[in-house]
């Protein structure tokens, strides 16, 4: 099966940066758009971030400028660099790409496991 396995979360102070990764493995023929989106208890779960297979990167207004969304194609991975982050950063990050596994099947939304960001005063 698909799998999408997250690293780099964790506790730092406003004005601090982290780097989160995401990496899919399995047997894949194609992976189309990857994104990162962030839920904190009793909300609903939103977009931070996502980008096209070619490249082409998109971003909540609430992240522009802070944060940058990249993907390494050969490495079947996408990662979200955090700068300047605030106290309102803090939530659970989850990874998402949506990949193809043979020619004869349809594309499937696959998740990651999620990783906690807590961001101090």
């Known amino acids: 099966q698909v799998q999408l396995v997250e690293s780099g979360g964790g506790l730092v102070q406003a004005g601090g940066s982290l780097r989160l990764s995401c990496a899919a493995s399995?047997?894949?023929?194609?992976?189309?758009?990857m994104g990162w989106y962030r839920q904190t208890p009793g909300k609903q779960r939103e977009l931070v971030a996502s980008i096209t297979n070619a490249g082409s990167p998109n971003y909540a207004d609430s992240v522009k400028g802070r944060f940058t969304i990249s993907r390494d194609n050969a490495k079947n991975t996408v990662y979200l660099q955090m700068d300047s982050l605030k106290p309102e950063d803090t939530a659970v990050y989850y990874c998402n790409a949506l990949i193809q596994r043979t020619a004869w099947s349809r594309s499937v939304s696959y998740w990651g496991q999620g990783t906690q960001v807590t961001v101090s005063s």
């Open positions: 399995g047997s894949i023929l194609s992976i189309n758009d």
